[in-house]
Every structure is written in C-alpha cells, then in structure tokens.
C-alpha cells in the first residue's frame, strides 16, 4: 500500500468491510460444518469458504491486489504451481488402486456375524 | 556500509529487497505447510478408520481462535495504516492489540493442549492426533515468532520511526505481511482439522 492520507483511509474503510465478510465467512463455515451432508461435499464447502477467506486476507491485507511488481507475480505464480504438485502428490500414492475395488478391511464385518448366528 | 534498496524499489525487481526477501521467505512457508497439507491428505485416505475432528476437538473453541487471529489480521493491517497516516500513537495501540490478540490465541491453544494431554491424547494415540499436533504446534511456534517480532516493533524497534520513518513502515509491513500469513494457514487449519 502507497500514497497519500486519502488513499490510506480509502483502504482503511476496504480493510473493515473484508473483517466483515470474514466474520460471515467464518460462521458459515461453522454452521455449514453442521449440515448432513457425505463427508467428501462437506471437505469442498469447507475448501470453498478457507479459500474465499484466504482469497481476501491475500488479497487486500496483504495487498496483492494492488501489486504490480512482475517479480513478484511470476516468483508467486510459480509457488501456486508447485504447491498444486505438492497437493496432487497423495494421489499418486494410491494411483495403482484406481479402478480396483478394494473393500475396507472390515466392510463385510456385519454379514460375517450374520453367517456366524 | 548501508545496505542498498531496504527503502526505494529496486528498478529490476520493482520491490524494496525487505518486501522481496519476506515474499521469498512467505514462498518457502506455502510449501512448508504445503507439505503438511499433503501428508494430512495420504493419512487420511490411506486411514480405514479418521475419527471426526468434533471428536477429539471443541469447534466453539476453535471458533473462537479464529475469530481472535482474524481480528488480530485487522489490528495489524490497521498497525500499517496508522504509521502511513503518521499516527505513531495509534499505531502502538494496534500494534499492543494485535500482541494481545496473538497472546489470547496461544493462551486458548495452551488450554486445548492441556485437555488433550490430561485426557491422554497425545500424538501417539492416533494418526489423527499425530498429525494434529503437528500442524498446530508448528503453527503455534509461528504465532510466537510473530509475537516477539511484533513485540520488538512495539516496544524498542519502534524507535526507528523518529529517525527513518520509511525504513520503520517497511519493516513493520514486512512483519504484517508475515503475520496474515500465520492468519491465513489458521483459515485452512480450521475447518480440516476441527470440523471434517
């Protein structure tokens, strides 16, 4: 952030709406850890909101938004990229399973007590 | 010997080198964290039983927190604006409530950590825990790393804006730039640890 004593205040009236809307964010993403939904759709609405909430402390408390620095933008670009391949690494990790049905260890634990009665 | 471009940008890069070198430095924390981020994910779709975070951990408490290290976001943003508005007053004030804020945090975490360990829940538990420790602890070390910067800024640091004001506004943006960094990891630490 540069300039003068207007522009300052300018930010500063930006700076309270993004604490509002992170204050939102935050209870949604509270509240939507209350709903009944399957496991992997409650991990993407609480990825959405961590990253709506991470979107704005980046881009306006940390003021890329007004970054103009190409430096900076490629050494950033090329962190997202990498950080991309480090989060794809965990599924590697299992690529030799995909299309195999690979029952959990104890997933026919009912129906063997069945058998046994 | 003074060090060149800690004030004006460098023609090349277009930055101040304390703004480049903290985005560098911010840079080798994504994959830090990125890392921990990563194990979190092969643990936990390699694990035949993960436990819900509600389980082991208080969501109000951890609600909590994040509000507090929010707010600490907005007191330490508000830190910068008041030096660039030349309100060294003010700035202290921000500068003592982001500190307190910071210190609130760890107060609350100490307290999760107390539970933890009287109910015997250490990282040898479960995988789960393990990894909890892990990313909270290392995460907690950062907040206390932000607090002695900031506290060094707050109290004998601050000297310096009576005698090279830009170079006191730069380094303070440069210890804000880090601090909503630590914001930012807790934002995604939250909802993966506490509420999935």
Redesign the interface.
Known sequence: ?SGS?EE??K??DI??KV?GA??VL?VL??L??YLDVA?PL??II??I??TA??SL??SY??HLVDE?????IF??A??VV??IV??L??FL??SDTYGVHKP???ADAAHAEDEAH | MEIPYTVAARPDTGLNNVKLGIWLFLASEVMLFGGLFSTYVILRIGGVDWPLGAEYLNIPIGAFNTAVLIGSSVTMVMCFASLKLGDFAKYRMYMGATILLALTFLAVKGFEYYEKVSHDHLPSHSTFLAIYWTMTALHGLHIVGGVIVNGYFWGPGSRMWHVKREMFENRVEAAGLYWHFVDLVWIFLFPVLYLL
Request: glycine content about 2%; cysteine-free; charged content about 10%.
């Open positions: 952030m004593a300052t205040k930010h500063v700076y309270m604490a992170l204050a935050t993403t509270v939507a850890s496991v409650a991990i609480a990825v909101i961590a909430k991470g402390v980046v408390f940390m103009r620095s190409r430096t900076l050494t950033l090329l962190t990498f950080w480090l989060m690494v965990p990790t299992i959990l260890p104890n």
